[in-house]
């Protein structure tokens, strides 16, 4: 009987232990489970997250170039050619199909002409025809392509004297400068709106020109960008333009820059 007490102490001993090692397995294979699933489920996560940004990329990229698209172009003055002479009188102006929008530009402006300027748009300045001459140019003139009207532009007024007529990069602004009065003052001249404007006035001891009139004028100006001129004061030491003036230009003293609005 004792052996039979013992044997059977020995089984259930056996049993709760094997049933131990049942619980351990299963929690153990359930945390594995676990563990296993988790970072699938932040995979697919992370995936449909990362599907919406590229989604979103693509249709911000989409907007863009419909944007550009749908973008409202910049005026070029391309449509339209010039028939000129040897010397660069114009005689007719057509259009890109080959078709004369304007034929008789002496009738047209009172002169003969040439192309001072071309700013984008439907608009282009000229001048009158003065080929290979020393003079300054004094009148300007604007044509309009679409109403074939040219006209004599107000800010021909300003040019009166030897000097510096330097072009803006866009063509539509003249910056001016003449040895009138000591060479002082720096004008804007506007193509479009046909309006002048004084930039800059020097005071006494300095002049834009480093030269001594006419064909010794020595003007350093300049445009950085459309709404920036760069331009160099001298010392101005001879005054009303001696006969005997010094060859070299007078002493640079600074070298300045203005906005223009």
């Known amino acids: 009987m004792k052996i039979l007490k013992i044997s059977g102490l020995i089984v259930l001993c056996v049993l709760i232990l094997t049933g131990c090692n049942v619980k351990l397995n299963i929690n153990s294979n359930l945390n594995q489970s676990s563990l296993q699933v988790e970072p699938k489920a932040n995979e697919n996560i992370n995936q449909v997250a ?13 907007q863009n170039e419909n944007d550009n698209i749908n973008a409202a172009p910049v005026a ?12 660069n009188m114009v005689t007719a102006v057509k259009n890109t199909k080959g078709e004369t929008i304007v034929n008789n530009l002496k009738a047209a402006c009172g002169t003969e002409v040439m192309v ?3 700013p984008a748009g439907q608009v282009v300045i000229l001048k009158p025809y003065n080929p290979g001459s020393d003079r300054p140019v004094s009148v300007l003139y ?3 392509l679409l109403t074939k009207v040219c006209k004599k532009l107000e800010i021909s007024k300003e040019l009166t004297d ?3 007529q330097i072009l803006s990069p866009d063509k539509t602004k003249v910056a001016l400068a003449l040895e009138t009065k000591e060479a002082k003052e720096l004008v804007l001249l506007n193509l479009i709106n046909d309006a002048s404007k004084v930039l800059v006035t020097l005071p006494e001891g ?7 009139g006419a064909l010794s004028n020595h003007f350093d100006i ?3 960008d459309d709404k ?4 160099t004061v001298y010392e101005n030491t001879v005054e009303n333009y001696a006969t005997n003036a010094p060859e070299k230009v007078e002493k640079v003293l600074q070298v300045r820059i203005v906005k223009v609005e």
Do not use: H
């Open 116 to 118: 001072y300027a071309k």
């Open 228 to 231: 920036t001129i760069q331009y």
């Open 206 to 212: 300095e002049t834009l020109n480093g030269g001594y």
């Open 222 to 224: 300049k445009w950085l």
């Open 162 to 164: 030897f000097g510096v």
């Open 142 to 144: 604007s044509l309009n």
């Open 76 to 87: 070029e003055n391309t449509g339209y050619d010039f028939d000129t002479t040897a010397d």
């Open 50 to 62: 990362n599907q919406n940004v590229n989604q979103a990329t693509n249709e911000n990229l989409n």
